[in-house]
């Protein structure tokens, strides 16, 4: 699916036709925003005949697996970011691969599944500017800031969901010790170790981006792309902490479950010990001698049961006066 907004003199307009991008590239006052969705064949055959992009990056674009970067082809740039979000099951994150086309007058999004970034994005491009009533116009660099800025912003939502988790596995740990807490918490690592491997490449994108100041943007929008950067530095240092909560949290879990597993083994060792005793007394009474004045007793069996008890007895109030029960 493809949407092609073009801004000229102040005005935007969209689902303009595709045959007529050559064109309006030719002129460089008006800036072209083409977005692909779930691209096919023909959508990369566009993408190398009327923008002339280069074979590799359209493949890169097409495959959707690419690790986040940037990348100089002559006339325009290729960039790898990825948005983020728990999905439609809210059971895992789901990264979302998001490739730019960026030239001096154009921008190319082409990705796999629905963003809502990008459709947010491409609604206040249309109500009025891409970043809303701020000081960046319809330009490229502008539109690139507002998208990747979006994309970032959603990141912190995500990390809030993320500690809501934590603290509901922590409840759930020490409060109740689900046993099924443990397969929560690989999981939410797992997770997290996908999204530190998007995140951290991502720092390095915007620092070649304000690096090289490439001539898609003005200088006066740098600083806006320094404080994705930020944003982007926050959300790492946040991963890297919740992957230490979890790591705390699944050495508590284990330290309580081998507790738990100390206490069992010692009541089982007491009872162990019980029950030896009341052995040792049958045992001797069990002895083949001919001559035991038990023998003949007519109390002789309820003697040694209430011996075997007293003993049992005394066995359970040491233990309890040693704290071992």
Known sequence: MRTL???????????????TIRELLARPEVVV????QSPDLDDARLLEDEFGFHPLAVEDAIRAH??????????????????????????????????????????????ATPISEVTDTMNRCLAGGPSGAGPLTHQVGALVYALLDAVVDEYFPLMDQVADRIEDLEDTIFIQFDERSIQTIFSLKKDLLRLRHVVSPQRDVMNRLLRLELPVFRQDDLPYLQDIYDHIVRVTDT????????????????????????????????????????ALVTGFYGMNFRFMPELDWPLG???????????????????????WL
């Not at 925003?33 to 692909?36: F, K, R, Y």
Request: charged share 20%; proline share 2%; glycine share 8%.
């Open 301 to 323: 069996e309820a003697y040694v049961l209430g011996l075997m008890a007293l003993i049992g007895a005394g066995l359970v109030v040491y233990f309890r006066r040693r704290k």
């Open 66 to 111: 690419e690790r986040p970067k940037v990348e100089a082809h002559g006339h325009y740039y290729f960039i790898v970011f990825y948005a983020a979000d728990f999905g439609t099951t809210a059971d895992a994150i789901d990264l979302q691969g998001l490739h730019l086309f960026v030239g001096s007058n154009f921008l190319i999004t082409v990705h």
């Open 239 to 278: 991963v890297d902490t919740y992957r230490d909560l979890l790591s705390s949290a699944l050495d508590s879990y284990l330290s309580l479950q081998s507790n738990r597993l100390n206490e069992i083994m010692k009541v089982l060792t007491i009872a162990s010990i019980v029950l030896m005793s009341a």
């Open 33 to 36: 925003w083409l977005d692909i």
């Open 5 to 19: 907004i073009v801004a000229e003199d102040g005005r935007v307009t969209r689902d303009a036709p595709t045959g």
